[in-house]
């Protein structure tokens, strides 16, 4: 189980008890894979992981719209991000609907033949830069909650995956090999008929902090559950000080969706603001995350559950940053008041 995990040492998924554990026994009912590495590796923060879930859940299970159309947004998210295990559980994910060519296709940086699927996988590209996806909307106005929930759930999954996680999905790297995908993709394909019952995740929020919604989330569950995701990574402020918090924020402000590179100018030097400089990788570019760059930052007092949520936290700044230049644009009207990024 470790071997998968970078920088973390979660404990093995049979020991867990309370919120961990019902996570997992929705997570193998409703998305059919038990004990996904994706959220294993944010157990050790229960606040971060139940409303991880339960943000996915309810916009790419249980939400409205077609699977496939929301499976393509959120490859095309990865696929901007740079996030080579999401692109690939995605692809495996479309081959188990049976798209077999547009799985293949798509993965492989292609655009698909069908009009309205195309524009979805654009859409999703595009999404990384703040106020660049193109309009109109890929999908009907009833389904935008869902389709919405779903790029901004895995904005925030694939920077917590490239950031704490190997890229390879199966042992030995065997995803690489087509076969492989399809026939991985074949034994998802009973849970992709399952239909999830709206709202079920949201009772694992309960007694959690959360602020108001946002308005594009229509009233359905898609609202609290990124309402109380943001709450819970918006903690992990706590953990660097004011000084640093400033200087995370302004860069988010003036972040234009790029993938900077490694230079003084965005990234503070490990050795003066190891914090800050931790945040802003998560946020921008999380494959650059280094054993060095932890180890800058961890103290004896910084357990897993501390670099959890400081991750957690430069990832949501990335995240409420797209998702208010959304509102801004009229996408959806995003919440206000207290915005990380804004």
């Not at 991985?184 to 995740?201: D, T």
């Amino acid at each position: 189980m470790t071997s998968s995990f970078l920088h973390t040492e979660p404990l093995p998924p049979k020991s867990a008890s309370g919120l961990v554990a019902e996570v997992y026994r929705q997570l193998g009912r409703d998305f059919g894979i038990d004990e996904p590495a994706t959220f294993v590796v944010l157990s050790s923060a229960p606040a971060i992981l139940a409303p991880t879930w339960a943000l996915m859940r309810e916009s790419l299970l249980a939400g409205p719209g077609d699977r496939t159309g929301k499976e393509l947004v959120a490859l095309g998210v990865s696929q901007a991000n740079r996030c080579p295990f999401c692109v690939t559980a995605h692809t495996v994910l479309l081959h188990a609907g049976g798209d077999h060519g547009l799985a293949e296709r798509v993965a492989g940086g292609g655009t698909p033949e069908d009009p309205g699927q195309a524009r979805l996988v654009e859409w999703g590209r595009r999404s990384r830069t703040p106020g660049g996806v193109p309009e109109p909307l890929p999908f009907p106005r009833e389904q935008a909650p869902a389709y919405l929930g779903t790029a901004l759930s895995f904005h925030f999954i694939n920077r917590i995956t490239s950031a704490l996680l190997k890229e390879t999905v199966l042992p030995g790297g065997a995803e690489r090999f087509r076969a492989v995908r399809r026939l991985a993709g074949r034994s998802l394909a009973p849970s992709l008929r399952r239909e999830p019952v709206p709202g079920a995740s949201l009772a694992l929020l309960d007694g959690a902090p959360a602020g108001p919604p946002p308005a594009w989330a229509d009233g359905g569950p898609v609202g609290p559950a990124y309402a109380a995701l943001r709450e819970a990574a918006l903690m992990g402020a706590g953990l660097l000080d004011a000084d640093d918090q400033h200087l995370v924020r302004r860069a988010l402000r003036d972040w234009d969706g790029g993938h900077p590179s490694l230079t003084r100018q965005t990234f503070p030097g490990r050795a003066e603001r190891p914090g800050a400089r931790l945040a802003l990788l998560a946020a921008l570019a999380p494959y650059r995350i280094t054993a060095e760059d932890v180890a800058a930052w961890r103290r004896p007092e910084h357990s897993d559950h501390c670099l959890v949520h400081l991750v957690a936290y430069g990832a949501f700044l990335a995240v409420d940053r797209i998702e208010s230049a959304w509102g801004a644009r009229g996408v959806g009207v995003g919440h206000r008041g207290g915005g990380a990024a804004t």
